[in-house]
């Protein structure tokens, strides 16, 4: 890439046709190397190598130094599984009404476009979902994936809970939550009596001047 060559036809050109074209290139690149510092020598002798049959290939990457290598590995073992599995999102049917599976199964869209759909149970759906997908349009649900097959494009897992409607502030904080694992559940009472019993609680004037204020 150090080096371009521009080649121009002539008479003896069209005679001779294109063997003729590569012997004087060749010859170029040969008188060029020549006059080469260090590096020129080592890229016309990696060309020259390259070019005899008894010799090395031009892709073989032995040749080529560290810094163009790609490290490659292969996973052996999971140690341990960091996503939760769940999901929230929201429920339909199936397009499919002729299939077996339409009678089945409703199909989970994560708001995570990272997760993949998941085929649900019509068992774990509302009782009038069927009847009226319409008015879960807006629902939020938590999903658990419980399997996906290597030749499915779907994961299978079942609904969790229904949190509420999309956009409040509530059933969406629950979601992300869930989502990450986080136990919000309330505090047990042994974690409740550590705390002021009379309120409201104010910090003492007297402990207050050992601390360093930092509101």
């Known amino acids: 890439p150090d080096v371009v060559i521009e080649a121009q036809f002539d008479d003896n050109d069209a005679e001779h046709g294109q063997d003729h074209l590569q012997d004087v290139l060749t010859d170029d690149i040969k008188k060029l190397s020549l006059d080469a510092g260090e590096k020129g020598e080592a890229q016309s002798s990696y060309l020259f190598r390259a070019k005899q049959d008894d010799g090395p290939k031009v892709n073989d990457p032995r040749l080529l130094p560290d810094k163009f290598l790609q490290r490659t590995a292969k996973v052996v073992y ?31 869209s994560p708001v995570d476009h990272r997760v993949p759909r998941v085929y649900v149970s019509l068992a774990d759906c509302p009782p009038d979902f069927v009847t009226r997908p319409e008015d879960y349009s807006n629902t939020l649900f938590i999903c658990r994936i419980v399997d996906w097959k290597e030749d499915s494009n779907f994961a299978a897992g079942h609904l969790a809970k229904s949190l509420g409607q999309a956009g409040e502030i509530e059933p969406e904080t629950e979601g992300i939550l869930t989502e990450y694992g986080v136990d919000f559940s309330d505090f047990p009472p042994e974690a409740l009596e550590c705390l002021p019993q009379s309120l409201p609680w104010v910090i003492s004037p007297g402990e207050l001047a050992k601390r360093r204020d930092l509101r």
């Open 78 to 108: 999971i140690l341990e599984k960091k996503h939760s599995r769940a999901a929230s999102g929201f429920i339909k049917l199936l397009a499919d009404k002729n299939s077996e599976l339409f009678k089945r199964c409703a199909m989970f």
